[in-house]
């Protein structure tokens, strides 16, 4: 069935290091694509989005473009802070009615 | 502004216990959902509002009750919840149902059920 996927975390980091979190879906058509962060203790917070194909988002550092030809939407970010340790979250718009499918979300923690 | 509010921050009820959480969001969206957090897992959708109607109701308990008062208000009534109801409820909001459109979030409820 549909599905979005996402590595495994935790994934840990040195400050000013690279980040990549992998996420695939599979849909039927091209469904809007979103990254949300949560911080500790903290409700969702919009990162970024793409609503086609091609289309990069980008926010705070962090950029993730979304690639039809193999269904992903991976984010990276150049240098990470230890302000960026959270939990992140990759999802699709499922159909008409607004569900997002979110994947199981990936732990990051930076050390300084 | 791109903020929705949510009340209270958390909340500790008994089994037999009635109690609501408020979410509240002045952006003029058509759209607002209730949403379950388990620990460590990513939320789940309950509810779906759309132009103050209850358009999804996803298979949640009738210990649930869902009200949107008007377009910028959305609650959840709660009674006769089980422990394994404690969880961080979410709200959010968007411009309208479905499309492109991005979800707001609130920063939740911390629910424990005793």
């Known amino acids: 069935g549909n599905s979005v996927t996402q590595m495994e975390g935790p994934v840990t980091l040195s400050e000013e290091a690279f980040l990549t979190i992998n996420c695939t879906y599979t849909a039927t058509g091209y469904p809007s694509l979103f990254w949300y962060v949560q911080y500790p203790g903290e409700g969702l917070q919009l990162l970024l989005k793409?609503?086609?194909?091609?289309d990069k988002g980008s926010n705070k550092g962090f950029e993730a473009t979304y690639r039809k030809e193999t269904t992903s939407f991976h984010l990276e970010k150049g240098s990470v802070q230890v302000s960026d340790s959270a939990v992140y979250f990759c999802a699709r718009l499922t159909d008409s009615w607004g569900k997002l499918q979110f994947g199981a979300g990936t732990q990051v923690v930076v050390t300084p | 502004d791109t903020e929705v509010t949510q009340t209270p921050k958390h909340l500790v009820m008994g089994m037999t216990n009635k109690k609501s959480l408020k979410c509240e969001q002045h952006m003029g969206h058509r759209a607002m959902y209730w949403y379950k957090q388990k620990a460590k897992k990513p939320p789940e959708l309950m509810f779906v509002?759309?132009?103050?109607?209850?358009?999804i109701n996803e298979s949640v308990p009738s210990r649930f009750s869902p009200e949107c008062p008007n377009s910028s208000l959305l609650n959840l009534h709660l009674h006769a919840l089980q422990p394994e109801d404690s969880a961080l409820y979410l709200c959010?909001?968007?411009?309208?149902?479905?499309?492109?459109?991005?979800?707001?979030f609130g920063p939740g409820t911390r629910l424990t059920v005793l």
């Open positions: 509002y759309s132009y103050e109607k209850l358009s």
């Open positions: 959010a909001s968007s411009q309208e149902r479905g499309g492109p459109d991005t979800q707001y």
């Open positions: 793409a609503t086609k194909a091609d």
